[in-house]
């Protein structure tokens, strides 16, 4: 088997490795994005629920209804910080996937060069053999017409 084939053989291989890791990549990004439009929902409804804190502070609300404002927003805090930790924890993911598409991607383009060289020798050898069996026929001595 030709050293461009086996070559080739790889090219396809590191092209569907390098494929499956962007595809990967596109899904932590996605997941990345996802995450964090949540965030920026949790952090409005904390702005909103900290305006109404304040409004009950200023209005005098019953103890209860504080009490019971004050256990929300302590668990919209928890729920955030826990938020944001996914969020970096999806980032991180995203940066590793990141780093193993480029790593696949110039894999992928060294088998593609080392194939392309592969060929153009080949090609040159061909060239090589058909001068030889052109000149060798040139060579011979002609018959009378």
């Known amino acids: 088997m030709k ?11 590191a092209a569907m490795a ?4 962007r595809t990967g990549l596109a899904r932590a990004n996605q997941d990345v994005l996802r995450k964090d439009g949540q965030q920026r929902q949790l952090e409005s409804y904390e702005a909103e629920y900290g305006d109404a804190w304040l409004e009950a502070g200023r209005l005098g609300l019953p103890g209860e209804k504080a009490k019971g404002l ?7 805090a928890n729920t ?10 999806a980032a991180a993911q995203r940066d590793e996937q990141a780093r193993r598409w480029q790593g696949m991607r110039a894999q992928l ?4 060069d080392l194939e392309a060289r592969a060929r153009r020798a080949e090609d040159r ?7 030889k069996a052109i000149d060798e026929l040139s060579a011979r001595p002609r018959l009378p017409d």
């Open 80 to 89: 955030l910080e826990a938020h944001r930790s996914s969020l970096r924890a």
């Open 125 to 131: 050898e061909r060239e090589k053999r058909l001068q």
């Open 18 to 21: 390098e494929r499956n890791a």
């Open 3 to 13: 050293r461009s084939r086996r070559l080739g053989t790889l090219v396809r291989l």
């Open 70 to 76: 004050a256990a929300f927003r302590d668990s919209l």
């Open 109 to 112: 383009r060294v088998f593609e």
